[in-house]
Structure formats: C-alpha cells, structure tokens
C-alpha cells in the first residue's frame, strides 16, 4: 500500500467544521466518480464520527484523500486522528457509520485514537496523478462556504506564511553565523541592528553605535578616518566601498578588507551592510617579499595565494549584495504585506493583492538561501574522497529528475562512465545542476548526450594548469545554446542570463558546479551555438 494523497484538513472544533467536513466528503466523493446514494451514505458516516469529536474529542483532525493501493484499485479515504477513545465515548454512532459506509477500520494508540473510512471509486483508470492535483486546486480556491470558512482560510493561509517566514530568518541568521567573515547591518543613524559571530569578536558588546567615538580604541588611529569617510563618499558617488584598514586585536594591529553596501529605498539610504576580511597574512608577506629578493619563490606563491583572495573577495562582494537586497527585501517585503493583509483591508482584497505575492517570495527567499547555502559547503568541510562510480551516480541523478524528464519528454543517452575519487555528494549536486539546466533551457524536447573520454592533457583552462591524466566527461544538449560573450559571467554567482518569467532559477548552479569541479582539482568548460545545443566539458583527475 502506499501513502495516502491529502486532499483536505479539517481541524474539528465546532458544529460549523461539522458542516465543512460534510460537504466536502460529499463533493470529493463527487468528483471521484460515486453515484448519488453512495455520495450520501460516505458523507454521512463521515458526519457521523465527526460529531463524535466534535461532542467528545480533543485536538481533532479529519483528513480526505484518494489512496491508491495500485493503479486499477483506488479509494476515497478519511482518517480522523484525535487524542480521546472516541468509539469508547459513543459507539452507537461508530456502528451506525459502520452499516452506512461498510469499511471503517479503528485503532486505539498511545497517544489517543485513529478512525478510517475508505469507499471504492468505481473508474480508477479516471483517476490519475494530475487529476487528484485538481482536486486540491479545486478546495484551493474554491470560494469560501461562509464567512467563517473564510477566517479559518485566512488563518491557515498567515499560519502557513508565518512559519515559512521564521524559516527564512532562521536559515539566513544561520548562513550569516557560519561564514568566517566579520559582518554587520547599521541603520541610518549607524546604529548596529545585526552582527554576526565574527563581528561580535571584532566589536563586542555593549558597542551599539558605529562612529568613531566608540570604536576609536578597536581602530588602528592612522586609519580611522579613512574607514569613517568611506560612509560619506558612498553617499556622494552613489556606489558601495572597500578598502583596507587595521583593527586592533590582542593589541596587535591587524589588516583587514572591508567593504561597505548601501542599502537604497526610494533613493534613500536606508541602512548599510559592512563586512571585513582578514589579510593580514598576505599583508606581511607582500611586504616581506619587496625587501627580500631570495624569496622569489614565495612571492609566486603569494600572487597564486592573491589571486584566490581576489576570486573570494568578489564572492564575498556578490554575497554582500544579495544579503543586502536579493534576501533582505523578500523579508522586508513579506513583513510589510503580512501587516497590511491583517489590517485595513477585507478578506476580498487581501487575497486579490498579497496573499499570492507573500507565499511567492517567500518560496524565492527559502530557494535562494538554500542555493547558497550549498555553495557555502563546498569546500568549507576537510575532503574525505572516496572511489565513485560515476555511472551510479548520473543514473541516480537520472531517478531524481525523473518526473521533469517524463514531463518535458526529454530522451537521455549515457555512455560508459569511470569511477574517480570525490565527494559522492557533491558529484550529484554537479550532474543534478548540469543535467537539469540542460531540461530547462530548451525550446523543443530535450535530447542529451553523455560521454567520456581518457586523455593525457597539458592546458591552461579557467585560469588553472591541467597537466596529467584526466576523465573528460561531456554533457551535450539541443538546447538555446549560450553566446560566447557570456563565458566568464555563466560560472559567477547570481548571474543570470535570461529573465526569471522565462527560466526559472537563482543563477548559483553553474559557479556551484565550478566550485565542486575545482574542489576535485579539475575544470569546466563549454562550447555551444545559439539555437543549436552547448556542450558542457568536465575534466577530472584520473
């Protein structure tokens, strides 16, 4: 048997939820296909055993769904769980919703009891996957029975939008925490709403206000103006900030990269996010390296060490934008409709102008910070590589994207694959994102082509050195194909080609899938034609 589909919840409290669980196993019942008698007796006995809760019951909870035990055997199915022996408080009615529906199954737990009404649907055939999704389109939106189903709609509905909202705030104070970079939020008067873990080693408590009164004994004297000019040049040229300045820590004077956002609403700065990096490592040694000829060798090293602080830098400064709007202002923005469609307004309008826009940006917010989030992890944990197959991986990859194959009618050819040493779950995460971008970026039915390939390479691609053996895998398609103009914006994150009413997405899947290969010591790159179809090449050690 498999799991129930949920169609509708009735949380059993009043005659008036008596009357909801009614005439909605009556219109189920309905729309499965019952003749008229059989859609009165099922609803009946429904009504039934939810009087017995409502009369005796505690915490009661009515469930309808369709179960389907295989594709020619299907049932409209009611479970009612409350926390009360209710069949012990009142069997008469249990018998007389017995010899109405005929199939009543009842359990008593340790946590209360669990009743169940099934009813066979005579054409199961009619009964598809994406029938029963109508179905719940179809409670969805249906208009309200009465006023009071529509307060317990809009209830559930703020509820919902509630819990998805504290979630958000969770997991964006979670990612904030666990970078190990000093950052902050001010207000307009440069008062510091939020610091992170960091930021509160750097600046610890009580320091409230930002200015340089406060902060005067935790900056390095020389370059305290300059840290506290930065705020008044970004207001004149209208664009963020970064510099270097020393923070005294330990009474030692230590260089840090700090960089300054504004955050604008209406052509006004609302509130700034400051962040800082810690270079002081590389500070000393550049300095070291111009007095010190011998350590040539070093000093190669250094610009090596240098370029990968540039690349982090300017993650960190994409970061710092997104935190600054991408994720701050669906927050802001479901905190201000949420406080507008509970005041001022009647349900009608509510529903017609905030309802559809909160839950909306609050999936984005919840995809957007779960996307970082796994580029965050890449490479932040000690490598514990192991032999991989990829030929597994890819087909399991394949089970994952099975339902948007099947939908976009997408025809995939793999070819043999190797086994290599890496992380099995971050090679899943690089063929999830490369293959599901190859379904999603087309105009027509979706053919993929993946290969693989042994060669001795010596090359210079990314700006990395290849040279050995290397597994080449390719990830063809048919797809709208990339313009080479584009090729160093595809891998950085947050950059997106197309708009978001044309392809979805947060455009993180490519520069995660860069930072997994790199995290491997390989590479990507790609070829492609507009129109026509790119190919993606994955080089891996051998």
Not at 312 to 328: C, G, I, M, P, T
Not at 429 to 445: A, E, P, R, V
């Amino acid at each position: 048997m498999i799991d129930m589909h949920e169609i509708v919840k009735i949380n059993l409290d009043n005659e008036m939820d008596l009357i909801l669980a009614h005439k909605r196993s009556m219109k189920i019942a309905e729309l499965c296909g019952l003749p008229s008698s059989a859609q009165t007796r099922f609803a009946t006995a429904v009504s039934e055993i939810a009087r017995c809760s409502i009369a005796k019951g505690k915490e009661s909870v009515l469930v309808i769904g369709v179960q389907a035990d295989k594709p020619s055997l299907k049932y409209i199915r009611i479970v009612l769980n409350d926390t009360v022996d209710l069949k012990r408080n009142n069997p008469e009615a249990y018998a007389y919703a017995a010899r109405l529906s005929g199939n009543i199954d009842y359990q008593v737990t340790g946590t209360g009891s669990v009743t169940s009404l099934t009813h066979m649907i005579p054409n199961p055939g009619l009964i598809s996957e994406t029938k029963i999704k109508g179905f719940k389109d179809y409670f969805k939106y249906e208009p309200p029975l009465s006023p009071y189903d529509e307060i317990r709609k809009k209830n559930l509905e703020l509820i919902s939008l509630s819990e998805k909202l504290g979630q958000s705030e969770s997991r964006y104070r979670n990612l904030t925490e666990s970078l190990p970079v000093a950052i902050a939020v001010l207000d307009q008067h440069f008062r510091i709403t939020f610091g992170n873990e960091s930021f509160r080693r750097i600046f610890p408590p009580p320091i409230e206000q930002f200015d340089k009164g406060n902060l005067a004994h935790l900056v390095y004297q020389d370059d305290i103006d300059r840290l506290f000019g930065a705020f008044g040049q970004i207001r004149n040229d209208q664009t963020s900030f970064s510099g270097q300045a020393r923070l005294m820590m330990q009474d030692a004077a230590i260089w840090h990269l700090f960089s300054i956002v504004p955050n604008r609403v209406d052509d006004s700065i609302r509130s700034w996010l400051i962040y800082f990096v810690d270079i002081h490592a590389q500070k000393v040694v550049a300095e070291t390296l111009r007095d010190n000829t011998e350590l040539k060798s070093i000093q190669n090293r250094l610009e090596a060490m240098n370029q990968e602080l540039q690349f982090k830098n300017r993650e960190l400064e994409q970061f710092a934008f997104v935190a600054s709007h991408d994720l701050q202002e669906p927050l802001r923005k479901i905190r201000m409709m949420v406080s507008r469609a509970v005041t001022g307004l009647d349900s009608n309008q509510r529903e017609e102008l905030y309802l559809d826009r909160i839950n909306g940006a609050a999936e984005r917010m919840s995809k957007l910070i779960d996307d970082v989030l796994n580029y965050s992890r890449v490479g932040a944990l000690p490598k514990e590589f192991r032999p991989v197959d990829l030929q597994k991986v890819i087909e399991e990859t394949m089970s994952d994207l099975d339902f948007v194959i099947e939908e976009v009618g997408a025809t995939i050819e793999i070819g043999d694959m190797p086994s290599i040493s890496g992380s099995d779950m971050q090679l899943r995460q690089l063929f999830y994102n490369i293959i599901s971008n190859s379904l999603k970026f087309t105009n027509g039915k979706p053919k993929i082509e993946i290969t693989a390939v042994h060669r001795v390479v010596a090359m210079t691609l990314d700006g990395r050195e290849l040279s050995g053996d290397f597994h080449i895998v390719s990830v063809k398609d048919n797809g709208i194909g990339i313009d080479r103009q584009f090729s160093q914006r595809i891998f950085n994150m947050f950059q997106r080609l197309h708009h978001r009413e044309d392809y979805a997405g947060n455009g993180i899947g490519l520069a995660l899938c860069r930072k997994i290969i790199v995290d491997h010591g390989g590479a990507i790159d790609f070829e492609s034609t507009p129109g026509v179809g790119t190919t993606f090449h994955l080089y891996f050690p051998a």
